[in-house]
């Protein structure tokens, strides 16, 4: 199983090189500061908000797309951002995850993500998924989803608890178990 904890790449809309560090290999020089920050664009949103409907002070939660192009991670073209979209407003960037070892769009889970700084635990399936599932909080319960406007084979997932998804299956049309991926959380 790949190492959970090492998905998100930021939080609170500042890179967290720390993060990105540990996603390096041993014999790896991490990458300057500067040169990450650029290659992580957190308020650009890339294709269209996802919005849920759920709202608090800082706005309506929402999701979106973000362009990663870091050297050390080549098969990672992007990331999902959760965020916050005031009324009337600009969104801000929250928390991000994306893949850190192999194609991002391998099918199955990719980048989930616990509970952080607020943000309910989240991620994507690559692939057919119209129904996902996990235990949270030790119940069973279907996540919230949306497909990525840039790729629909993209189906962004959350949950209405920060808790670790736990158990998580994700089936086709059909009713078919699609292939797992990687379903380890990641907290920062």
Do not use: C
């Amino acid at each position: 199983m790949k190492s959970p904890g090492k998905r998100t790449l930021l939080a609170g809309g500042a890179v967290l090189a720390v993060v990105l560090m540990s996603a390096l290999t041993a014999n790896a020089a991490p990458a300057p500061a500067p040169a990450v920050a650029q290659a992580v664009q957190t308020d650009t949103p890339w294709g269209d908000v996802i919005g849920t409907g759920v709202h608090d002070d800082g706005g309506e939660l929402v999701f979106y797309g973000v362009k990663v192009d870091v050297e050390q991670l080549p098969g990672t073209t992007f990331g999902i951002m959760a965020g916050r979209r005031p009324a009337g407003g600009q969104v801000t960037a929250g928390v991000a995850a994306n893949e850190f070892e192999g194609s991002d769009k391998a099918p199955g889970f990719h980048a989930v993500s616990g509970g952080i700084s607020g943000y309910p635990s989240f991620g994507y399936y690559a692939g057919p998924a119209v129904k996902i599932t996990a235990k949270v909080d030790g119940k069973n319960v279907t996540a919230h989803q949306a497909p990525w406007s840039v790729d629909p084979n993209i189906v962004v997932f959350w949950f209405d608890s920060g808790a670790d998804p736990l158990e998580l299956a994700a089936f086709d049309a059909s009713g078919k178990e699609l292939p797992a991926g990687n379903t380890g959380v990641g907290h920062g």
